[in-house]
């Protein structure tokens, strides 16, 4: 899905249905951080990863205070988003 708003209305629905949420930073109406912390309110133990190609909207420090657990930087090639995603869901079952 494309639209956040739509995105959050699915997840607020069937929350249990996700086992990670990939946004990108830069969406009309809500952006991905805000996306991500309302995420958080319904189920705060999913994962979240955010792209971007703005590092200085989202530092390190920033996406960790939000619990997303990883930033992709635009552009990015498919091997770089699939690495990111095994390496998040595996840390994830770690925890």
Same mark, same amino acid.
């Given at each position: 899905?494309? &639209? &956040? %708003?739509?995105?959050?209305?699915?997840?607020? /629905?069937?929350?249990?249905?996700?086992?990670?949420?990939? &946004?990108?930073?830069?969406?009309?109406?809500?952006? =991905?951080?805000?996306? !991500?912390?309302?995420?958080?309110?319904?189920?705060?133990?999913?994962?979240?990863?955010?792209?971007? =190609?703005?590092?200085? *909207?989202?530092?390190?420090? %920033?996406?960790?205070?939000? =619990?997303?657990? !990883?930033?992709?930087?635009?552009? /990015?090639?498919?091997?770089?988003?699939? =690495?990111?995603?095994? *390496?998040?869901?595996?840390?994830?079952?770690?925890?």
């Amino acid at each position: 899905e494309t &639209s &956040s %708003r739509k995105v959050l209305k699915v997840f607020r /629905a069937k929350p249990y249905e996700f086992d990670l949420v990939i &946004s990108d930073m830069t969406m009309p109406k809500m952006t =991905g951080d805000v996306l !991500a912390e309302e995420i958080k309110t319904i189920r705060a133990e999913v994962p979240i990863i955010l792209c971007t =190609g703005y590092s200085e *909207k989202m530092t390190p420090a %920033r996406a960790k205070a939000l =619990g997303i657990k !990883a930033v992709v930087m635009k552009p /990015a090639v498919v091997e770089e988003i699939a =690495g990111t995603i095994r *390496k998040v869901l595996d840390q994830t079952t770690k925890d």
